[in-house]
């Protein structure tokens, strides 16, 4: 693409991650220059004509501005935790968290940036529900650090819009998997789980069936998160998600045939409910499809068979 082709600069922090390397390349597609932001060195390429800055302890700040200098937009994806070390450290999920994500609110709004993107968590901002699917009108109450930290960050981005003028729209992702998310890591069910059946471990499902998620395939959060950025209203908080909920024992049979044509079975083992768990986690995105025509565009089972083919060619290798 000619650099005349070009309609904006988008600025993605934490964009090396597995979600982010999916918002780069929904970005390519809407015709962006695409900077991305991340705490160390690159380790696979990022396509071709997108921009990497390290951003660390020793240039942090100068860093970081000068991307955001010469960007349009910004996505905010970086995030320092998972759930279950929050839980087991909250003082670290607050330091690790709350005081860059002020700090870049701060460096952002003395510029004329004209959308800030903000990436929460739907599936723990809102803690237990009371209907389902959750709208983004539900009452949010977190039952892990890891929910409240990204809740305040919420609060603060809309602060900044109040009283600054910052531009800033907030997505709540359900469930992200695909090709390319790390297994045991404490995060992503379907990578775990997968990468287990493959290495003949046993998964463990907290509770007789598991909790219930909404996943939602990796692509098409990338496109939901692309859309709120170009369409989103500033100010309005946006749920991504497929709308379905799946318990843990529900993936593990629908991965099952997939693994039995390679001779392999789900070993699983039943454990007691974690107390940061949140049962059931469904959104309702219908807010964000009316604004922008978006939709989740793969079914469960073809995503699922894609990623599973990604994890046996890694494993086979």
Not at 28 to 56: A, C, F, H, K, M
Not at 108 to 133: D, E, N, Q
Not at 288 to 304: I, N, P, R, V
Request: glycine residues 8%; charged residues 15%; contains cysteine.
């Amino acid at each position: 693409m000619r650099q005349s082709d070009l309609v904006a600069t988008t600025c993605v922090i934490g964009g090396n991650g597995f979600i982010g390397r999916a918002v780069v390349n929904a970005l390519l597609t809407q015709r962006r220059s695409v900077i991305v932001v991340g705490r160390t060195p690159l380790l696979t390429p990022l396509p071709d004509g997108v921009e990497y800055i390290v951003s660390n302890a020793d240039n942090k700040n100068s860093s970081l501005r000068e991307a955001l200098s010469r960007a349009d937009e910004v996505i905010n994806l970086a995030y320092a935790t998972i759930p279950q070390t929050s839980f087991q450290h909250p003082v670290d999920d607050i330091v690790l968290n709350l005081p860059e994500a002020v700090q870049l609110f701060e460096m952002a709004a003395a510029l004329p940036i004209r959308k800030f993107l903000v990436v929460s968590s739907g599936g723990t901002v809102y803690g237990r529900a009371s209907i389902s699917p959750l709208t983004e009108e539900h009452p949010t109450l977190p039952l892990s650090p890891y929910g409240i930290t990204k809740l305040a960050i919420e609060k603060y981005a809309h602060m900044y819009f109040d009283n600054r003028g910052l531009p800033a729209v907030s997505v709540r992702p359900s469930n992200a998997f695909g090709a390319g998310q790390r297994p045991y890591v404490g995060q992503g069910f379907i990578a775990t789980a997968m990468a287990s059946i493959l290495d003949g471990r046993t998964v463990n499902i907290f509770g007789e069936h598991g909790t219930v998620r909404d996943y939602l395939y990796v692509v098409d959060m990338a496109e939901g998160i692309v859309a709120a950025l170009l369409a989103g209203i500033p100010g309005e908080v946006y749920n991504i998600g497929s709308g379905i909920g799946l318990t843990n024992k529900q993936v593990l049979e629908a991965i099952a045939p997939l693994a039995a044509q390679i001779g392999l079975k789900v070993k699983t083992e039943v454990l007691p409910p974690r107390p940061f768990d949140v049962p059931v986690n469904i959104l309702d995105s219908s807010k964000l499809q009316d604004l922008t025509g978006w939709g989740s565009k793969t079914s469960f089972a073809t995503a699922l068979q894609q990623t599973w083919d990604w994890y046996r060619q890694r494993t086979i290798k």
